[in-house]
Structure formats: C-alpha cells, structure tokens
C-alpha cells in the first residue's frame, strides 16, 4: 500500500483481501454432486418401500 498524492493505492491482493484459489471449484463440485445423491435417495428409497 503507497500513498500517492490524495489517494491510496493497494495491490490486487491487498484489495480483495485474501488470496484467489484454494481449489474451491472443487469443494463446490463435490458439494453439488453429495446434496443430489442425498436427495435423490431422500426421494427414491421411501418410492421404493411403498
């Protein structure tokens, strides 16, 4: 971070505050894929008992 004149300038990073990555496509992915299996069971094993 610099001051420059009247104004502050900071860096990407520093502006977002964090660092990008930490493979969250994947957390994602796999979060997607377990809520449907979950539901999907949640609805086809009581169709299948009746």
Known sequence: ???VEDHVEVTET????????HNV???LA???????VVLS???IVPALLK
């Open 30 to 36: 796999f979060s997607l894929i377990a809520a449907i």
């Open 25 to 27: 496509r994947y957390v």
């Open 41 to 43: 069971l949640a609805w």
């Open 1 to 3: 971070m610099k001051v």
């Open 14 to 21: 520093e502006a977002s505050s964090g660092v990008k990555g």
